[in-house]
């Protein structure tokens, strides 16, 4: 395990055991969990698939105890995982934590979708707080339009005097964020980037300023990356170096790492527009009365 960063946002390069171990009980206001899901994902070379169900459940129920302990008394935890094993984690947590909303990230698939049964297009959050007469909740900082009253100006008659329904709301559990696209300027390669208006969302909502974020699985580091933008702390677990070094960059917390600089890996398109050059006249027969004609007109 090796600790890198600033106290204010600090990278773990280890086991997700590890790491977590070597946080502090009780020492951390928000915890986001996105772990793999065991559907057989490539994480750059790494296949995440267990040898059964049992394995793969009796392996998060250790993290998920872990990351209860490390949450303050009035703390948060947003949870992830495959559609098929969200179950097992609702009847395991409910029995050591309170669960307050089971929210669907909905989104709309670009691959080819399943042809003999109804393809997934949304994955499960469970939110959830370990006291639930104190925990932070920033209603305001997240409001979202409300179309009965921003768009319909129905009349609530309910009221001693008749008003039209409020224009904006608290989100309810059913959320619609585009997943990470190949061409997105937040895109990094990682087969399972979640979007950063998610992460705004959830870290607005259950954090303050200069409180700590959590998250375990960091992967791309999008976490770190809204609560830094967001004025928090974070500390990000990451045991792949590839990663890594994407967190590092991403967090601007080093130029280099082991004497390599960090740069964005190029996508295809970028790297075709970089090898795209002004013309060079000496590679061209300029007899050619086309070419001729082409170079004469072609402006400035």
């Known amino acids: 395990m090796e600790?890198?960063?600033?106290?204010?946002?600090?990278?773990?390069?280890?086991?997700?055991?590890?790491?977590?171990?070597?946080?502090?009980?009780?020492?951390?206001?928000?915890?986001?969990?996105?772990?793999?899901?065991?559907?057989?994902?490539?994480?750059?070379?790494?296949?995440?698939?267990?040898?059964?169900?049992?394995?793969?459940?009796?392996?998060?129920?250790?993290?998920l105890d872990l990351c209860i302990k490390k949450l303050k008394p009035n703390g948060s935890f947003y949870v992830m995982?495959?559609?098929?094993?969200?179950?097992f984690f609702d009847i395991y947590l409910r029995k050591k934590i309170n669960i307050l909303s089971r929210?669907?990230?909905?989104?709309?698939?670009?691959?080819?979708?399943a042809k003999k049964h109804y393809g997934s297009m949304y994955e499960p959050i469970l939110f959830c707080v370990k006291d639930k007469n104190n925990y932070?909740?920033?209603?305001?900082?997240?409001?979202?339009?409300?179309?009965?009253?921003?768009?319909r100006k129905l009349i609530d008659y309910r009221k001693s005097?008749?008003?039209?329904?409020?224009?904006?709301?608290?989100?309810?559990?059913?959320?619609?964020?585009?997943?990470?696209?190949y061409r997105m300027e937040e895109y990094e390669n990682h087969p399972t980037q979640k979007p950063?208006?998610?992460?705004e969302r959830v870290i607005k909502a259950s954090s303050n300023a200069g409180d700590c974020v959590l998250d375990p699985f960091s992967g791309t580091f999008t976490t770190s990356f809204v609560a830094k933008q967001l004025g928090?702390?974070?500390?990000g677990i990451e045991a792949q170096e590839a990663y890594v070094k994407i967190g590092l960059r991403r967090l601007q917390l080093a130029d280099e790492f082991k004497?390599?600089?960090?740069?964005?890996?190029?996508?295809?398109?970028?790297?075709?527009?970089?090898?795209?050059?002004p013309m060079n006249f000496s590679l061209f027969d300029e007899q050619n009365p086309i070419l001729r004609g082409t170079l004469i007109h072609s402006g400035n």
Not at 139 to 148: H, M, Q, S
Not at 259 to 277: C, D, H, V, Y
Request: hydrophobic share 35%; glycine share 6%; net charge negative.
């Open 81 to 87: 995982t495959a559609t098929q094993f969200m179950p």
């Open 103 to 113: 929210i669907v990230w909905n989104y709309d698939s670009s691959g080819v979708q």
């Open 161 to 181: 005097v008749p008003t039209v329904y409020n224009s904006e709301k608290v989100p309810g559990n059913v959320w619609d964020f585009a997943r990470v696209r």
């Open 136 to 151: 932070t909740f920033n209603a305001n900082d997240i409001l979202v339009e409300a179309k009965t009253g921003a768009k």
């Open 3 to 63: 600790l890198l960063g600033n106290t204010e946002h600090k990278i773990i390069f280890g086991d997700v055991f590890e790491g977590l171990q070597s946080v502090a009980d009780e020492s951390v206001d928000l915890i986001f969990a996105d772990p793999p899901y065991n559907i057989g994902k490539n994480f750059n070379g790494y296949i995440e698939k267990w040898d059964n169900e049992e394995s793969y459940i009796s392996w998060c129920y250790e993290w």
């Open 196 to 199: 950063i208006t998610l992460l």
């Open 232 to 235: 928090r702390n974070s500390i």
């Open 259 to 277: 004497g390599e600089k960090l740069i964005k890996e190029p996508r295809t398109f970028e790297t075709k527009q970089n090898q795209a050059s």
